[in-house]
């Protein structure tokens, strides 16, 4: 009787409201016992609700590191890109976002089109969680046929020589971006037509068991029947020779880079450069193309640069911060045909604002220190590569020293995904993530040129440029850029740019 009594305890409180009908669990009859049994039923509910509550635990601990999906890349080179490992634990209350952080860590390997990572057999008592990471290889093999335009881009090669197939590069481009399934690069050229180029470039990120150690070696050489020899009213002027190579040019370097962290980057390269001029050029064209009618130029580089790229999507990012800055010494040792002494520093702040807006801002900066007469060859500003103002994409502005600034504000509209289905025979890219921005740019930028603006009316001016485009990405990682840009000359124009990221 007393053990059955004890059971229906389960609920006091109900217990003394209502009174058993069962007689077998009547209370017992002796009056003391009967105090003492409704002191405990007072007592015992008392004792368990005033308990403090048990408070579930405030982080997870990882348990395992499951892997899915890298049929090429080894488990190691994943791994390296996450900001946490087994045994670690994380906070609950920043676990969506440190997710989701890792996933674009790994997406910016540029190994993967997609990347998710989620957690399995969640552990109650102890928290414990395995995380599963699923990834889809993208296509590491690239060999691009070369049919590529003579001029410094396509904009130039369409308006000013008018579509001329004679200004076009022909030969092979083959990138492999995983050679060994390590994140290795490698780059082979080889191309002929205006410009004869060989080249080989190979990086390996993972020279130590750590992963903080990595290297590059890279070699060129390149034969030109036709260069830009000067410039003039900030444009380049061009010489041809069908007969005789007018400017050849060998580079042989390498270097190490460190990585102790996934965001923070050392590097450190030595390079030998040798460059042979037609006479022609040196004598009659241009005498200061590598100064004082010179017509060989032969120096040693070393250059050292430190990076910190906090962005979120590299590619395109929408968050984040990147910094970087160099400097690089030209003619050390024996070979003194250069004395040049650069440093750059660049920064990039990227942050959303609400409704799908988001803002880009960007500045970069770049000093000679070495302030005497610098060869024309190697005196290029803006206008060349990455560093140019948008509606100056006819121009070139060459000069010692140079500073923009620019300012994006971006407006998402469409992010879908297209499937191929059957059409696309390579599965990696049968499904193609789209995303559709509407872009306003404001650029701002200046060159300092004290020695070769005589007919070039950009140098030393403060330049402006804005416009209005249409950016699409492709594959997270392919970047085209459709503008309509006004520059400070009033010129309007149409311009496109491409980036693809490897």
């Known amino acids: 009787m007393a053990q059955k009594t004890a059971k229906s305890f389960n609920h006091p409180t109900i217990y003394l409201i209502s009174q058993p009908k069962n007689k077998n669990l009547a209370l017992p009859q002796n009056t003391a016992i009967k105090t003492l049994v409704r002191l405990a ?65 790994i997406l910016n390997t540029g190994l993967f089109t997609t990347a998710q990572i989620s957690y399995n057999n969640w552990e109650g008592e102890t928290n414990r969680v395995e995380l599963l990471i699923k990834v889809k290889e993208d296509w590491y093999i690239f060999p691009f046929p070369i049919l ?23 030969g092979v481009r083959f990138y492999h971006t995983n050679l060994t399934g390590r994140r290795d690069l ?37 034969r030109e029947k036709e260069i830009g020899y000067t410039t003039f009213e900030n444009r380049l002027i061009f010489t041809r020779n069908d007969e ?3 400017l050849q040019r060998f580079r042989i370097g390498g270097g190490i880079f ?22 022609e050029i040196a004598l009659d064209l241009n005498p200061n193309f590598f100064l004082d009618e010179r017509t060989r130029q032969e120096y040693l580089s070393l250059n050292y640069e430190f990076s910190v790229d906090k962005r979120d999507i590299r590619p395109y990012p929408m968050n984040g911060y990147f ?35 988001s803002v880009a801002l960007a500045a970069k900066g770049k000093r000679e220190w070495q302030r005497e007469t610098q060869p024309y060859y190697t005196s290029q500003a803006l206008g060349y590569f990455e560093d140019f103002i948008r509606g100056y994409e006819f121009y070139v502005i060459d000069g010692l020293d140079f500073g923009y600034v620019k300012k994006a504000l971006r407006f998402n509209f469409l992010e879908k995904e297209i ?3 059957r059409y696309m025979k390579i599965e990696s890219l049968r499904n193609m993530p789209v995303k559709l921005f509407l872009v306003w740019h404001n650029e701002l ?15 030393n001016e403060l330049l402006w440029g804005t416009g209005i485009g249409l950016d699409m990405i492709l594959y997270y990682n392919k970047v085209f850029n459709f503008e309509f840009s006004r520059n400070r000359l009033g010129e309007y124009g149409f311009f496109l740019h491409w980036t693809f990221s490897f």
């Open 41 to 105: 039923c007072f007592i015992w509910p008392v004792f368990i609700f005033s308990q403090p509550p048990v408070k579930a635990p405030a982080f997870i601990t990882i348990n395992e590191i499951i892997i899915e999906g890298n049929k090429r890349t080894k488990e190691t080179i994943v791994l390296r890109e996450l900001d946490f490992d087994i045994g670690d634990t994380i906070h609950l209350s920043g676990l969506v976002e440190r997710i989701r952080e890792n996933e674009y860590n």
């Open 419 to 421: 499937n191929w289905g």
């Open 186 to 222: 490698l780059k082979a050229v080889v191309q002929f037509g205006f410009t004869q180029k060989y080249e080989l470039d190979y990086t390996f990120p993972a020279l130590n068991k750590a992963q903080t150690i990595g290297a590059n070696f890279n070699v060129l050489h390149t």
């Open 244 to 246: 005789d190579i007018l």
């Open 445 to 459: 930028g200046y060159v300092n040129n004290p020695f070769y603006k005589t007919n070039n009316p950009l140098s």
């Open 323 to 357: 910094f970087s800055g160099s400097i690089a010494k030209n003619g050390i040792g024996l070979t003194g045909d250069m004395r040049s002494t650069v440093s750059t520093l660049m920064f990039q702040q990227y942050f959303n604002i609400p409704k799908k807006w």
């Open 148 to 170: 590529e335009l003579a001029d410094r881009n396509f904009n130039v090669w369409w308006t000013r020589y008018n579509r001329s197939l004679r200004r076009l590069n022909v």
């Open 258 to 279: 460190f990585r102790k962290k996934i965001d923070v980057i050392h590097a450190l390269n030595l390079t030998y450069r040798r460059h042979q001029l037609h006479e």
